[in-house]
């Protein structure tokens, strides 16, 4: 069974820095697309980033574009979301999934716990 686990958030000051890492358990990532989501309280889930096996990058959402950077490390098999500028409006429960292909089409089908981002003064 494919598993995925999120770590690196935590709580950071409007301003600050976060790196989100996200592993493969007892799998290799090399031949997958993985894609970086986040869901605030009482909001939707809404894709940010995402990475194809090549390591080209897309860029779902124009509010992190130019202050987030996802990349991905095959011989560390983990994929990570570096978080600059960060905004309280970043607050949000990240999740990395995993797509059953080379890029990042369709739907993911494996999801990571997810970790709790807060951008708080």
Known sequence: QLKLVESGGGLVQPGGS???????VRFSLDYYAIGWFRQAPGKEREGVQCISSEGESTNYADSVKGRFT????????????QMNSLK?????????ALYKDLECWGTPSTWGQGTQVTVSS
Request: aromatic share 10%.
């Open 18 to 24: 976060l790196r989100l890492s996200c592993a493969a």
């Open 88 to 96: 309280p409006e970043d607050t949000a429960v990240y999740y990395c």
């Open 70 to 81: 996802i990349s991905r490390d095959n011989a560390k098999n983990t994929v990570y979301l």
